[in-house]
Nanobody
Framework: VQLQASGGGLVQAGGSLRLSCAAS????????MGWFRQAPGKEREFVAG???????YYADNMKGRVTISRDNAKNTVYLQMNSLKPEDTAVYYC?????????????????WGQGTLVTVSS
């Protein structure tokens, strides 16, 4: 079972990035999927989540700037990020939670990708 995150990179403040998370080894269509991030010296924090039925949830500080979506046919979840700020710089991780219900707690997720680095320059 593997989650492969991609799409990170260096972007200027105000720019956009689209992260992808491709799952393999099992079907995640019945799972909740989440995006988390971790900046140096900080705890991993919830960014966005999407339930098995595509209900979406966002961290308050990300609402209006990010959109999470999923394509079950491709076993892939996406995170579109706009109006990026230097404080968005972090490693972004995708995760899957069996049971289909989104949680903001990283401990609720049993499958994790390796992370993709997003760096936002001022």
């Amino acid at each position: 079972v593997q989650l492969q995150a991609s799409g990170g990179g260096l972007v200027q403040a105000g720019g956009s990035l689209r992260l992808s998370c491709a799952a393999s080894g099992r079907t995640f269509s019945d799972d909740a999927m989440g995006w988390f991030r971790q900046a140096p010296g900080k705890e991993r924090e919830f960014v966005a989540g999407i339930s098995w039925s595509s209900v979406t949830y966002y961290a308050d500080n990300m609402k209006g700037r990010v959109t999470i979506s999923r394509d079950n046919a491709k076993n892939t979840v996406y995170l579109q990020m706009n109006s990026l700020k230097p404080e968005d710089t972090a490693v972004y991780y995708c995760a899957a939670r069996v049971g289909g219900v989104v949680s903001s707690s990283p401990r609720s997720y049993g499958y994790w990708g390796q992370g993709t680095l997003v760096t936002v320059s001022s």
